[in-house]
RNA sequence: UGGGGUGUCGCCAAGUGGUAAGGCACCAGGUUUUGAUCCUGGCAUUCGCAGGUUCGAUCCCUGCCACCCCAGCCA
């Protein structure tokens, strides 16, 4: 179904109207200073999307243009990311830094037209010139210096003449305007500092509203799309492209930035959870980060259709993130194979299960991978005298209506045979740890003669074949849907993650899938990093990715 | 109390002069050896508020209100 968000409309009248002649081009612009989130993926999604969308193409360019920020490691990251969500920008990957000459050169055209100065104010006495919200600022001293002057004093900027700070180049626009952005704004700065692409060739570096216009119109971008942060800047995207010699001049249009509840988007505080070791990286299955959502297990497919149905527009907009799980259940509903694990085991012997001797006990029963699948095929499972079923399985007191194990009641294990509970077997402390159960030999899952009707199907783990694996559940980074942007740390989840040693059934750690449903239980992703990186441990690790839908509600008594 | 942006169901989001799409969530049924999936039905007499124009307004006009962004030599 073709899209209709009012960004499209606006690419498809201006293809309709034949003004672009080179077609439909983007750019996705990150800055190389962390790693991308679920925010990034709304603007990948949306740039990638439109242009191939109408025939087009997008570039990957990185802003790389404040050395003291950014690092290579990033770079690595951000391609990876937009690699795996899925999209390609083949020969177009570029650096802002690829610019620094043509940048320069207009520059000094900016200087000699008398469109912009060296200023040596410090930056606080420039802070004070430049005014408040209400107030008008007031022109720098070195304003009126003369283009000779100014000349000689940025090619002595360039030339490594001055330490940081002393000067800086600015345009000359209108120091009273309005829009902040407008008045005076700084174009270079002084940094005696290696750049991981150029090295020490330049000890100038130009700031953000200076050279991402230039870069758009460099690159011919057709339609240069940002959020609306930026739309402050606007004017003064069109000043530069107004006052270079520039045949292009892209369109900047913003749109609203994707707000997601119980997390959040800041670059910023997400660089310091991991700094501060709250979580274990970048990619740690709480961040919101797209390596974080790969590793949990979030497939790519779902974080686009989850950019689909969230739409493009300018109003502000806080995400549930049940949508999210949503996407992601509608991903991995029909491919998922369905497995069975027990992640708080409880203890089931049968009493009557007949006694083949030591470790020859039991049998090997079918299971298929997916019931509505039949290409996913079948799996065995193993069924003896003693299992594990899960602990919330099994209630002393039953609510009413409830379809699972209580004292003289019957459930099927899934896929083995019908059970009733005798007996419960508790330790000192009253806890119940064993239930010694009947089971009905004649009930055999797809040869049941027992005519029984049981309350519901429960899935088990055979406690001799079943595989220890240790099974990890996200929770939300925040225990608030709205987490206070000024103090994030206040209502940080400290139990945003909950580990279980859990048994699995053979046939899944086996498996060389990588996500599966575990059933009634959720879908979950087989970590390829495993226990960590120093314990040397064949232990299976599975990180839930997310929970089934439930409706069930305990009802009162 | 300067400038910019936005206000349509709990959350997203179409519609922009002809009498409120859709998705998520939620609720009620049906199927079901996953309380899952799937299927069916329900879910805004009302579009931030108040006036005005009009036969008719969410859509046009006027005024108000609320929320978001901007005072980095960050992006």
């Known amino acids: 179904m073709e899209k209709n968000d009012f960004i499209r409309n606006r690419i498809r009248e201006d293809v309709a109207q034949g003004t672009l002649e080179q077609g439909v081009i983007t750019r996705f612009p990150p800055e190389p200073n962390g790693y991308l989130h679920i925010g990034h993926a709304k603007s990948i999604c949306l740039n990638f999307g439109v242009a191939n969308e109408f025939g087009g193409k997008t ?43 043509q940048l320069f050169d207009f520059a000094v055209q900016l200087i000699k037209d008398g469109k912009a100065y060296v200023c040596s104010q410090t ?12 107030e008008p600022g007031v022109n720098s001293p070195y304003r009126g210096r003369s283009v000779e002057e100014n000349l000689v004093l940025f090619e002595g900027m360039r030339a490594g003449e001055f330490a940081d700070g002393e000067h800086v180049l600015r345009a000359r626009i209108d120091m009273s305007s309005p829009n902040i952005n ?3 704004p700084v174009f270079y700065r002084i940094r005696n500092i290696h750049h991981q692409r150029t090295g020490d060739t330049w000890c100038i570096y130009p700031m953000y509203d200076y050279t991402h216009c230039v870069c758009d119109a460099l690159e011919q971008i057709s339609h240069s799309l940002c959020t609306l942060e ?49 979580v274990s990286g970048w990619d740690d299955p709480r961040m919101p980060t797209i390596a974080g959502l790969r590793r949990r297990g979030i497939p790519a497919s779902a974080i686009r259709d989850f950019c689909d149905r969230i739409g493009v527009t300018k109003q502000d907009n806080t995400v549930e993130m049940g949508l999210l799980d949503f ?36 049998e090997w029963v079918d299971g298929v991978w997916h019931q509505q699948n039949d290409e996913l095929g079948t799996r065995k499972l193993h069924f003896g005298p003693t299992l594990y079923i899960e602990r919330s399985d099994f209630e002393e007191v039953p609510p009413k209506k409830y379809k699972r194990l209580s004292p003289g009641e019957m459930v099927r294990l899934r896929y083995g045979y019908i059970i009733r509970c005798d007996e419960v077997i508790k330790n000192a402390a009253g806890e119940v740890v064993e239930l010694r159960c009947f089971y009905a030999p004649d009930s055999k899952s ?15 783990v055979s406690a001799s074949e079943g595989i220890p694996a240790l099974v990890r ?34 046939a899944v750690v086996a498996s060389d ?42 009802t009162q008594g």
Request: glycine share 6%; with cysteine.
């Open 230 to 278: 930026f739309a402050d800047h606007r004017p003064l995207y069109n000043w530069v492209l107004e006052n270079i010699n520039s045949n292009y001049h892209p369109p900047q249009i913003e749109f609203s930035r994707l707000g997601l509840e119980y997390t959040v988007m800041s670059k910023r505080f997400l660089a310091q959870l991991v700094a501060d070791g709250v």
């Open 59 to 101: 570039f990957l360019r990185f802003d790389d243009t404040n050395p003291l920020k950014e690092d290579d490691e990033f770079v690595d990251a951000i391609q990876d990311d937009v690699r795996w969500l899925g999209f390609e920008w083949d020969d177009r990957l570029t650096y802002a830094s690829d610019y620094f000459q």
């Open 513 to 554: 899938a990588a996500r599966f449903q575990f059933e009634r239980q959720g879908y979950y992703y087989r970590d390829p990093l495993g226990l960590s990186a120093d314990v040397q441990d064949d232990t299976p690790v599975f990180n839930r990715i997310v929970t089934l839908r439930d409706s069930y509600k305990p």
């Open 473 to 506: 559940e996200y929770g939300y980074l925040f225990t608030v849907a709205q987490p206070d942007k000024n103090d994030m740390a206040a209502t940080l989840n400290a139990d945003s993650m909950v580990e279980h040693t859990a048994f699995v059934e053979p």
């Open 123 to 134: 930056p606080d006495e420039m802070r004070v010139g430049r005014g408040t919200l209400t």
């Open 446 to 460: 797809g040869s049941d003669t027992s005519g029984l009707k049981p309350k519901g199907v429960v899935h088990w």
């Open 327 to 362: 996407c992601v259940r509608t991903q991995l509903e029909p491919a998922a194979p369905r497995g069975m694990a027990v992640l708080e085991p409880l203890k089931v012997t049968l009493t009557n299960y007949p006694d083949q001797g030591g470790e020859e006990a039991g």
């Open 182 to 184: 407008l008045r005076d």
